[in-house]
């Protein structure tokens, strides 16, 4: 540091006569760079058993509890610490709950229980608490003791008092040092506390916190506020505020040990930023300050998630510069400087990127806020979503950003409308700049260049002096009023008459399933189902579901929904593939009472995976390919050009980024009349401050001239290998390329070969792509065969492009198997699939285990179970059939059509010895047919039953005794008959008895099945 402020101090005072301030700008700028932080839509949230809100939801119990603190205003529940029952008969209950750490500012006149609001009413002090409440509608009853969590607030003598003769006591020394918590004190009664023991959740103005712009020893800052006399601070619900307490911390009264938040000190913070902040979230915005936020958190959470809130509830980003922490936060800037291409240096490359990958576009927004008019619980905004987007985007591209910090539903749509206007302008670029701008330029700050606004995200100052800056696309229009609907409306609940005494959900179950949108893209959910209650007392269920059946180290997630009456319900929230999930339910009320849980169930299979419809992904590839096809092709060509500019900057003695350069050249050339041959080679090694590169090019060159026509013929190869590290303002980073380029080409006819392969590896991220080429045009038309393997961000690729793509196995003549895509048809001489999906599978023979189809057309199929609901079948051969219910236009049998059905069935009982039954008559047909007879008996007394089973030919008069049996009858045959000529069937059953006062019964079926050939 003391070097590079010497040499900063040097070139101030040649260029600025001897400036002292823009030596030190110099001097930070040549110790290191400085980057904006962007906080993105597609960061991931901290895995936290309750995301960050202005609730806390939980009450806490035990010692095990971390320290927690309040910032702004919400909702608690507390850490239950204490409790004691006392006085004749237990009558007095006392519970004592911690509800945050630090001197907190009051409670807001508010309490929940019983799943409804009520009214603090003020009493006088009876000790030494802050303030003394009781509630309204309860008289007496109630008693509310709070104390701020001061340092020095003494204990509450009443309960001292109250639980002296106890064995578990409040002592006399229990006076929470540095706590903020209640005394609850309930007397008995039956009629006011019918619905149980209240579980109290109190609303709570949090810590007072130290505003520096309020604090006239700091410059810029005007008041009686000090950072050391916590007396002098306010409570206040600036998000800004919030986050410099939390970066200076909340610290124990005795240890000055931080127990939440970082433990900076001011001089650690960019108090420039801060101000500014602080002054953009107080500026009034329809009737309110622009942003407000409120958010409990503990000494257990992690520093960088609960900043990236408080930064988005100001559509804000972080900043750290010059080693200072502060933030930027989202509003309209006037650009301070405006690049022109006069501040440009000639021969340092700039990288300007128009329009954001489409990975990383989003065109629906949608997202959530805390109302405390719906009991502080989670309530939706209004979706932002632009048709015009859609249609650019090619398909709707769904995000979401919930705002659980935001209690101000105005504020809150403000900022969805702000994130996702940030999100479309998608242009960023690296621009070298002259001193001129680069010394009078921030992070943080806005610019103008090539026609638009750009915030400055990065800012470096190499050894040379040379200045850099990382921009961002942005604009006014961003933080415009225009198209922004007010926040939504919500209506506080109201408590129905007449709740039944249900607990929790009847007969509740969790499914697996998936959702499908318009473009074919498939993502798995989780289905809840139960019993509609019909009870207008319950307002909500909610959800409660991990991975897995074993809950030990799972995080639990959490949803609801408020159509209760609906009976079921799905969620995509924390759903991934391929898992099993284990569930249960409870209910919310109005008013409260006794809630359960349901029993935890598991589902029966696991999830599916997520799949996209084929014409989203066919764009995806092509906007893929398209992408690595002007890299190959273009970029080759650029990147070439590029390193050979290098080597001619060398020759030519230019000071470029390097400051050490070493050049080795070898040519050879030969020239007879119109044809010529060249080979060179061109070694460049060069060095400099976080820099080195090492650049190998060789090139040969063969040129005929037609003596006819005298157009040329040209064929040349170059072979290029570099390997470079430097720091582009984000870390250093390590980028190598290889090229391998060969082209041919005579008048109206080309062909070029190209293969390449580029690594990079940074601290932001790092990526390899792989590309093989060929490429010809000619008289008949061009064509384009390419390989590319990609990998990087933690995913990969290998895409395949060509009229035809082909894998073959075995030598010419042999047997071989084939996988062919051609025309757009994918060809396989032989594929084994484990799992196959199809929306209509067309096939000349199928052969399958078990076979599930929606249409199926085939010429044949040989399949041990078929289910299918339309099926098209030429052939079916079935070994074993069984069919509960089958309906047909015409079934054969060995080649004949069944075409009538004989059938009858009877009963009969009495006392004679004798029943006769005749079927319905019918015509033979040139065919035989299938006879059947089934009969039984049954009889009072001891005795038997004859069953004689005769074909009558009506026609003739003739009679063929066809079965005989004793008691029942079970037979089948098949049966020919004179064509054209009336036959019946017929059961006679005879019997005889010991007793001749008994009496018998018989049942009987029979009949004929006929076809014709």
């Known amino acids: 540091m003391v070097i590079f402020t010497a040499i900063g101090t040097a070139v101030a005072g040649a260029l600025f006569a001897g400036s002292a301030l823009a030596a030190s ?10 980057s904006l932080l962007l906080s993105s839509l597609t960061r991931p949230k901290a895995a936290r058993n309750e995301p960050y809100s202005a609730v806390q939801g939980q009450i806490q119990y035990g010692a095990q509890v971390p320290v927690s603190a309040l910032f702004g205003e919400g909702k608690v529940r507390g850490h239950h610490v204490y409790y004691a029952k006392y006085g004749s008969g237990n009558k007095y209950n006392a519970d004592v709950f911690i509800l945050a750490n630090g001197w907190c500012d009051g409670l807001d006149g508010r309490v929940y229980f019983y799943g409804e609001k009520h009214d603090l009413v003020a009493r006088p002090i009876i000790g030494n608490e802050i303030s003394h409440y009781g509630v309204s509608g309860f008289d ?37 040092a540095g706590m903020t918590y209640v005394v609850v004190e309930r007397e008995y009664d039956a009629d006011k506390f019918n619905k149980g023991r209240p579980d109290f959740e109190f609303v709570l103005r949090g810590l007072r916190e130290y505003d520096p712009r309020k604090d006239s020893t700091v410059a810029g800052g005007s008041g009686p506020q000090r950072i050391d006399d916590p007396a002098t601070w306010v409570h206040t619900k600036n998000p800004v505020v919030h986050r410099l307490n939390y970066q200076l911390g909340l610290r124990g009264l005795l240890s000055g040990r931080t127990l939440v938040g970082e433990g900076k000190s001011l001089g650690q913070l960019d108090l420039g930023t801060y101000f500014a902040a602080m002054n953009v979230a107080d500026t009034p915005r329809l009737g309110k300050p622009t942003y407000e936020a409120s958010i409990f958190v503990n000494g257990e959470d992690d520093h960088t998630e609960v900043l990236k809130e408080l930064d988005d509830a100001i559509a804000g980003y972080a900043l750290n510069r010059r080693g200072l922490s502060g933030v930027i936060a989202g509003a309209p800037q006037i650009p301070v400087a405006s690049i022109t291409a006069d501040d440009i240096p000639v021969g340092r490359a700039q990288e300007v990127q128009r329009r954001k990958s489409a990975f990383g576009l989003f065109n629906y927004i949608s997202g959530q806020f805390t109302s405390p008019e719906s009991l502080w619980n989670p309530e939706s905004l209004t979706p932002v979503f632009v048709n015009l987007d859609v249609a650019a985007d090619g398909r709707v591209r769904q995000t979401s950003n919930d705002f659980l910090q935001v209690t101000d539903p105005d504020i809150a749509q403000y900022l969805l409308n702000i994130r996702y206007r940030q999100n479309r302008k998608g242009g960023s670029a690296t621009v070298p700049v002259s001193r001129r701008v680069g010394l009078n330029v921030q992070e943080g700050e806005w610019v103008e260049f090539d026609g638009l606004e750009w915030l400055v995200t990065g800012w470096r100052c190499d050894a040379q002096f040379r200045c850099t800056l990382t921009l961002a696309e942005t604009g006014a229009d961003v933080y415009s009023e225009a198209g922004i609907e007010p926040g939504p409306i919500v209506v506080p609940p109201t408590a129905p008459l007449n709740p039944s005494l249900l607990s929790t959900v009847q007969n509740f179950s969790a499914a697996v399933g998936f959702i499908q949108n318009s473009d074919g893209e498939e993502a798995p959910v989780l289905e809840f189902t139960w019993t509609p209650p019909e009870d207008p007392s319950m307002t909500a269920v909610r959800f409660f579901y991990f991975v897995g059946e074993d809950p030990t180290g799972q995080t639990v997630y959490q949803d609801q929904t408020t159509d209760v009456e609906a009976g079921t319900y799905a969620t995509t929230k924390n759903i991934i593939p391929g898992v099993h999930y284990t569930a249960r339910a409870t209910i919310t009320t109005v008013p409260d009472r006794l809630k359960t849980y349901t029993p935890w169930v598991t589902t029966e299979i696991i999830t599916g995976p997520f799949t996209l419809g084929l014409d989203a992904i066919a764009d995806e590839v092509a906007e893929k390919v398209a992408e690595l096809d002007e890299w190959t092709r273009y970029n ?36 007879f009349e119109a044809s010529k041959a060249s080979w060179s080679l061109d070694i460049l090694t060069a060095t400099g401050p976080n820099s080195a590169l090492s650049l190998r090019i060789e090139q040969l060159d063969a040129e005929v001239f037609d003596p006819v026509t005298g157009l040329p013929a040209v064929a040349s190869a170059v072979d290029l290998l570099s390997t470079e590290v430097n720091d582009p303002g984000t870390g250093l980073q390590a980028v190598g390329n290889a090229i391998l380029s060969l082209v041919s080409s005579v008048p109206g006819a080309s062909a070029e070969g190209l293969m390449r392969i580029y690594t990079s590896a940074a601290a932001v991220g790092e990526e390899v792509r792989i590309a093989l080429s060929a490429a010809t045009s000619g008289a008949d038309g061009p064509a384009n065969a390419a390989l590319y393997i990609t990998a990087g961000g933690g995913n990969s690729d290998i895409l395949l492009v060509a009229n035809r793509i082909a894998a073959v196995t075995g030598p010419a003549g042999a047997k071989y198997g084939i996988f062919v895509v051609d025309a757009g048809v994918v060809w396989m001489d032989e594929a084994r699939i484990r799992n196959l999906t199809a929306a209509n599978i067309q096939t000349r023979s199928l052969t399958a285990d078990k076979l599930v189809a929606g249409t199926l057309t085939s010429a044949e199929i040989n399949v041990q179970q078929l289910v299918a609901s339309n099926a098209f079948l030429t052939y079916l051969r079935v070994g074993s059939a069984q069919i509960d219910d089958l309906s047909v236009g015409r079934i054969k049998i060995a080649n004949g059509a069944v075409t009538d059905f004989v059938t009858h069935s009877a009963s009969g009982a009495g006392t004679t010895n004798q029943l006769v039954f005749d079927g319905p008559t019918f015509i033979a047909t040139d065919g035989p047919w299938i006879e059947t007879a089934t009969a039984s008996s049954s009889r009072t007394t001891a005795g038997s039953t004859n069953i004689d089973f005769v074909l009558v030919n009506v026609s003739t008069g003739a009679l063929l005794t066809v079965a005989e049996a004793n008691n029942s009858m079970s037979h089948s045959g098949i049966r020919m008959g004179t064509p054209g000529q009336t036959y019946r069937y017929r059961i006679t059953a005879s019997t005889t ?19 014709r050939k």
């Open 25 to 34: 700008i110099i001097a930070g700028g040549l110790s290191f760079g400085a």
């Open 140 to 176: 007496n009853l109630i008693s509310i003791r709070f104390y701020d969590g001061r340092p020095g607030q003494g204990v509450d003598t009443k309960l001292v008092a109250d639980t002296a003769a106890l064995g578990n006591t409040w002592k006399a020394t229990s006076v929470c």
């Open 636 to 671: 080759t060509r650029e990147t070439i050009e590029e390193k050979r500019k290098a080597i001619l900057l060398n020759v030519a003695g230019a000071v470029g980024d390097y400051n050490d350069r070493q050049h080795i050249r070898q040519e050879a050339a030969s020239t």
């Open 993 to 1011: 008895w010991d007793d001749q006062s008994g009496s018998w019964t018989i049942n009987l079926a029979f009949g004929a099945t006929l076809w």
